[in-house]
């Protein structure tokens, strides 16, 4: 199975800030990558697909980057709205496996 | 509008069996692969396994390989997620998400609200 290692686990931020989370794979997925961003209490929300594609109806500062085995989702100006957790995941073959997940919180 | 609308929550002692729920709208339920995910509680998502729905053709994930069936039934719409034996291990959410198949990948873009199954004594 293909690991998936989200750094930083958690992450305190600030209305404003510019905040960018890492995945890595423990192979080489090319650019199959996956980002979802989930409340509590709700099901996860796709915000990339295929590393870079920003899925329809997500604000333009979210934006994602990578391929291969390194992978970023940068949030340019945090909102109230995106504290929440954050999961990659990857495509590249069966599993499918994500992240372990990083939990965005207000500072 | 596309909605998958999961079951309700359940509770089950140990070794009951279990079958849960997730209801396609949208008149694209053999267009789509249907994929089965849990969140223990305060944990991260786990893929379980899929099902294409026009020929129930399934993968599953080796963790769950043996302790999980998954099926569907085109004529109403419906994926199922079956256990025979629960386990008290089986508490937490599970959620449907769906995917196109081939070269589209697997991007889950619309998912259920998520079915609670609590397996206490």
């Known amino acids: 199975d293909i690991q998936m290692t989200q750094s930083p686990s958690s992450l305190s931020a600030s209305v404003g800030d510019r905040v960018t989370i890492t995945c890595q794979a423990s192979?080489?997925?090319?650019?199959?990558l996956n980002w979802y961003q989930q409340k509590p209490g709700k099901a996860p929300n796709l915000l990339i697909y295929?590393?870079?594609n920003l899925e329809t109806g997500v604000p333009s500062r979210f934006s994602g980057s990578g391929s291969g085995t390194d992978f970023t989702l940068t949030i340019s100006s945090l909102q109230p709205e995106d504290f929440a957790t954050y999961y990659c995941?990857?495509?590249?073959?069966?599993?499918?496996?994500f992240g372990q997940g990083t939990r965005l919180e207000i500072k | 509008e596309v909605q998958l609308v999961q079951s309700g929550a359940e509770v089950k002692k140990p070794g009951e069996s279990l079958r849960i729920s997730c209801k396609v709208s949208?008149?694209?339920?053999?267009?789509?692969?249907i994929s089965w995910v849990r969140q223990m509680p305060g944990k991260g998502l786990e893929w379980m396994g899929r099902?294409?729905?026009?020929?129930?053709?399934?993968n599953y994930s080796p963790s769950f390989q043996g302790h999980i069936t998954i099926s569907a039934d085109k004529s109403i719409s419906t994926a199922y997620l079956q256990w025979s034996s629960l386990q008290a291990s089986d508490t937490a959410m599970y959620y449907c998400?769906?995917?196109?198949?081939?070269?589209?990948?697997?991007?889950?873009?619309?998912w259920g609200q998520g079915t609670l199954v609590t397996v206490s004594s």
């Open positions: 192979q080489d997925i090319s650019k199959f």
């Open positions: 998400a769906r995917h196109l198949g081939g070269s589209s990948g697997v991007v889950f873009d619309y």
């Open positions: 099902i294409d729905p026009s020929d129930s053709y399934t």
């Open positions: 295929d590393a870079s």
């Open positions: 995941q990857h495509y590249n073959n069966l599993p499918i496996t």
């Open positions: 949208g008149n694209t339920f053999t267009t789509y692969w």
